[in-house]
């Protein structure tokens, strides 16, 4: 099925180092949304976004919508111990229809060394 | 102001056996939707209801596995006849109007 690609895979950082990891598909999506999900637990939102070109901060999480709505990008700045996890991105395939399913890449997976 | 809940949160069964899952959405949200996330993954989508109505399952849903909403509230998920492969985290998801999707925190099926 459609999915989602994630870049990197996985990030093994320094804590106070920024992030960043971004997220493309094949095809035209209308929305982004950004998860963390911590070992154990369900994904938690982090980031929503609706317009192609806009950039959403939330802390010191910042994302972008990709001008060609094709990508989006995660960055993360001046990281910390907490911030360890899995980062997911997700939004509704293009046939999404009216039923708001969505379609998820693979994860990054961010270690941070204190 | 309380969140998704999920019941049980661990489930080991054997191979074989029937279980059940509950998920209690946020209170105001008419959208629930149930995943499948196995380690590695992201979550694959199974099954959405709009109030009481089943409006779309996955192909992934096979013939044992069925899922409900009968008041347009809570919800559950039942496997019959539990395979090895079918042990996962299962979530619970669910939305207003929007495309924003919260989710409780799982149930985690282990099946010997």
């Known amino acids: 099925g459609q999915q989602l690609n994630q870049s990197p895979q996985s990030m093994f950082i320094q804590e106070g180092e920024d992030v960043s990891m971004n997220c493309t598909s094949s095809?035209?999506?209308?929305?982004w949304l950004w998860y963390k999900q911590d070992p154990g637990e369900g994904p938690v939102l982090l980031i929503a976004?609706?317009?192609a070109g806009e950039l959403t901060s939330n802390g010191r999480l910042t994302a972008q919508f990709g001008i060609t709505r094709k990508d989006s990008f995660l960055n993360i700045s001046a990281s910390i111990p907490s911030d360890v996890g899995i980062y997911f991105c997700a939004g509704p395939p293009y046939n999404a229809g009216n039923n708001r399913k969505l379609i998820w890449g693979l994860g990054t997976s961010l270690a941070v060394n204190p | 102001d309380t969140g998704v809940s999920q019941d049980p949160r661990h489930k080991i069964t054997k191979r074989g056996q029937n279980v059940t899952f509950r998920c209690d959405p946020i209170s105001e949200h008419n959208r629930l939707y149930w995943y499948r996330q196995t380690l590695g993954q992201g979550p694959e989508f199974l099954t959405y209801?709009?109030?009481?109505?089943?409006?779309?399952k996955s192909r992934l849903l096979s013939d044992r596995f069925s899922a409900e909403r009968p008041k347009g509230s809570f919800s559950t998920l039942e496997i019959q006849r539990t395979e090895q492969g079918d042990s996962a985290m299962y979530l619970c998801a669910s939305s207003k109007q929007g495309y924003e999707q919260y989710f409780g925190p799982g149930t985690r099926l282990t099946v010997t």
């Open positions: 976004l609706y317009k």
């Open positions: 209801f709009q109030n009481e109505a089943q409006l779309e």
């Open positions: 095809s035209i999506f209308n929305t």
